[in-house]
């Protein structure tokens, strides 16, 4: 996998999920709001560990298409696979 640096503080996806985010961003002339993207396994066991505790719905560590770059979820919309 290759991480590539989404910008405007957005954090990083896989390459190719990365480019399907751009094209994205082309088709609606402006940059997607992402509320969350690539998460390595420590920062997905704590989304997870929220999630137990009441917060927004995590997979369990290891589980998630977030971990390898391949997800991001957006304000007001569902989670997507880039993918």
Do not use: C, I
Not at 15 to 38: E, F, I, N, V, Y
Not at 55 to 63: F, H, R
């Amino acid at each position: 996998m290759q991480a590539t640096d989404l910008g405007h503080g957005r954090g990083w996806l896989d390459a190719l999920a990365a480019a399907s985010l751009a094209r994205m961003d082309a088709a609606r002339g402006d940059w997607l709001r992402t509320t969350s993207t690539g998460r390595t396994r420590a920062e997905q066991a704590e989304a997870y560990r929220k999630y137990l505790n009441g917060g927004s719905y995590a997979a369990k560590p290891g589980q998630s298409p977030h971990e390898p770059g391949l997800a991001a979820d957006f304000h007001n919309t569902a989670w997507v696979w880039l993918l």
